[in-house]
C-alpha cells in the first residue's frame, strides 16, 4: 500500500515496500536450516522499529503519549489534526520525545507504562532528551 503526504506543495512517498527487496530485511533462515532452506523453513522478520513518544502542546505544556509504527507519519496526522481528539482539541503537536522499541509488545507496555507515570516524571524524562521541548519532528522526518 502506498502513503504519501504533502508537505510544502511536495508530495512525499512514505511508502516501505523497497524494504521487502533487500534480502536481510525481507526474511530470516530458521537455524539448523541454513542450507537448501525451502520457502516454509523461513520466518519474516519485522523490520521497521516500534516507536513511543510524547507530543506536547508547549514546554510544561499538555502532554500526550502514543505508539505507532510510523513516526513521521503519525505526528504529521497530529500536527494536520486529521483525527478529531485530544490532541487537535488541545494543540499537543510537538514532539518531544521517544524511544525505539523492537516489538510491539514492549513498545505497548512502556506506553502503558508511561501513561501511568505522575506528570512530573515525564516532564523529567522530556528535560533528559530535549531540555529545551523543541519539536523534534524536523529531526526524524529528514
Request: aromatic fraction near 10%.
Amino acid at each position: 500500500m502506498d502513503h504519501a503526504r504533502v508537505e510544502g506543495g511536495e508530495v512525499v512517498n512514505l511508502s516501505f515496500e523497497w524494504l521487502a527487496t533487500l534480502p536481510a530485511f525481507n526474511s530470516a533462515v530458521i537455524p539448523g536450516r541454513r542450507e537448501a532452506a525451502s520457502p516454509e523453513s523461513r520466518a519474516t522478520v519485522n523490520c521497521l522499529p516500534y516507536y513511543v513518544y510524547l507530543l506536547a502542546s508547549r514546554k510544561n505544556g499538555t502532554l500526550y503519549t502514543g505508539v505507532t509504527r510510523d513516526l513521521v507519519g503519525r505526528t504529521y496526522q497530529h500536527k494536520t489534526k486529521v483525527k478529531l481528539g485530544f490532541t487537535s482539541r488541545y494543540g499537543v503537536t510537538r514532539l518531544v520525545r521517544y524511544e525505539v522499541h523492537d516489538d510491539s509488545i514492549n513498545a505497548i507496555a512502556r506506553e502503558k507504562e508511561l501513561k501511568k507515570w505522575r506528570r512530573a516524571w515525564k516532564i523529567r524524562l522530556i528535560e533528559e532528551m530535549n531540555a529545551d521541548w523543541r519539536d523534534l519532528y524536523d529531526e526524524v522526518s529528514r
